[in-house]
């Protein structure tokens, strides 16, 4: 996958542009869904940029695919870091729910065949996959769980292990990458895919133990 | 190879043996005198019932210089099982040794699609066969012969796939319907145990029954075997989308259908307040997968134990019912923090004991 070291350009630095036009490129394509049995070479070849191009702009191939991963974990958790600190359960259900927007359509679109990628290249190259769900997965559960925890500490939710929780929101919000990774044609549900995050973000949020239910089991 | 299975039927057969085995059979020096007498009419210690084998004729992989001599796409023959758990056996003669090895379904599929490009039979072993040591030049068409106890004359793998043909019980097969047949085999025998709720439990609530289900889902997903299925059936998706849809009917479908039956009652019983159960079951399983699914099943970090199941589980279900927003008793908790760490309310103490 390396580039021979004395052929290797250390462009690293002084070309952010084309680095970033590439990983674009490259997120794109990822997101096209006439992509098929995703291999690495397939997808540089459909995303218009030659083997030379991203040489001269990566060390290696294992850098571009972390910084494919970088990009989308940065694009995924921008809502939850970009916004006024919440300071009422609004504010936090407004947020959650943008970045399960967010989350959900890069989980239908560009992560499948990321994911894809992943799997079949991640056989030959262990290191690689580890890497990426580094950059990638990771990144965001962090992100959503210092969202939780300062949300938590500040008394606008009661939750016990955020980081648990985080994944547990994670989970919610991978329903469409579990589909279109196994159900082909996807199965249709009710409703669009904005009313299923909210939906999930409301679950989470207040759960569905009827009234009368919760008063129950919290005095048992 | 279906360990289980022929170990009860060689159960079987060993207690048929004891009761008419001979008491005068000559028993060689230095060997157990119960393991002698252990011996079948055919000098095995155990017996075990005949089984099929998936054979396949291959086209070769790289060109060598005597592929010129034989058949274009029957260069070379070897023989596979499905095991119960999703992985196969492999006998594939080398010329340099003897493969026997367990191969996970991922790599199985590697070994089916070279048999795709050549043609694949299923045959019936013959036990305890008519082939014999005597045949010299062990070439991959006379092991193959040898390991289905064929008394077969032929050098090449074209003439012992002709040989085969020739029997009545030899079945053509392709790769997608050993894959479909696989997978619902494997993944219904785990989704059956995970899923199956005894009418004691039906009759918990709601709380202690999901807790329970979604601790057999999650032990029963991070199963290495059913890891390697799902692993497959994700990555084989584009090739052979029938497998991967028989996965997700008997996996995660099934799970979703008896969660959204559970659902469903308790909703009839005024425990839950949901306008769409179907919805509710997904979103459960959503939060029991978590994180922790793709990471195993991207083969990252270590299976969780299982505390670790159980606190998830239990979390899983306490979000589910209650959420994460703010309930009494966690006001009341922060209220008593602020009141210089007294004791708790006794509410707010059962509902944190309880959580554990």
Known sequence: ?220 | MNAPYDTARASQSWLARSSDSPSSLKVVDDVPSDLANCADEHGSLVTVEPVDWIVCFVPGLKRQWWHRFVHHKHKHVFAMRPTNTGSWLLVEPWWTRMMVTILPPADAVKFLRWGGTGDILRVREQVPGKASQMRGWSNCAVITAFVLGRPSWTWTPHGLYKELLREKTTRRENVEQLLVEQFAKVVSQYSSNALSVSADQLSLPLRELLIIIGRNLLETMMTPALLEVCYTAILEADRYPNATRVYAQHGPKRAIAVLTKILARAKQAGEIDLADCEAGARQFLGMLYGNIHLEAVLQLGAIPTLSEIDLRARTAVKVFLDGAGPDETAILARGVLRNGGGPLPVASRRAWVYLR
């Open chain 1, 1 to 220: 996958m390396r580039r021979p070291a004395s052929a290797r350009a250390n462009n690293a630095e002084s070309r952010p542009d084309i680095r970033s036009d590439i990983v674009s490129a490259i997120s794109g394509t990822l997101a096209d869904p006439c992509d098929t049995l995703a291999d690495l070479n397939g997808i540089f070849h459909r995303s218009g940029y030659s083997q030379e191009d991203i040489w001269s702009a990566f060390e290696s191939i294992d850098d571009l695919v972390v910084a494919v991963a970088e990009h989308e974990a940065l694009f995924i958790s921008q809502p939850l870091v970009r916004r006024v600190r919440p300071n009422t359960l609004d504010d936090v259900r407004d947020t959650l729910v943008a970045f399960g927007l967010v989350a959900s359509r890069e989980y239908s679109t560009t992560l499948v065949g990321f994911i894809r990628m992943m799997m079949a290249e991640g056989a030959r190259n262990p290191s690689l996959k580890k890497r990426v769900y580094e950059a990638g997965s990771e990144i965001v559960t962090r992100r959503l769980r210092e969202f939780l925890s300062d949300t938590n500490e500040r008394g606008i939710l009661s939750i016990s292990d955020a980081q648990v929780c985080a994944e547990q929101l994670m989970g919610l919000l991978r329903e469409p990458l579990y589909q279109a990774l196994m159900l082909n044609p996807v199965t249709s549900q009710n409703g669009s895919a904005a009313d299923r995050v909210k939906a999930s973000v409301e679950r989470f949020l207040h759960g569905c133990a009827s009234a009368r239910s919760a008063r129950y089991e919290r005095t048992i």
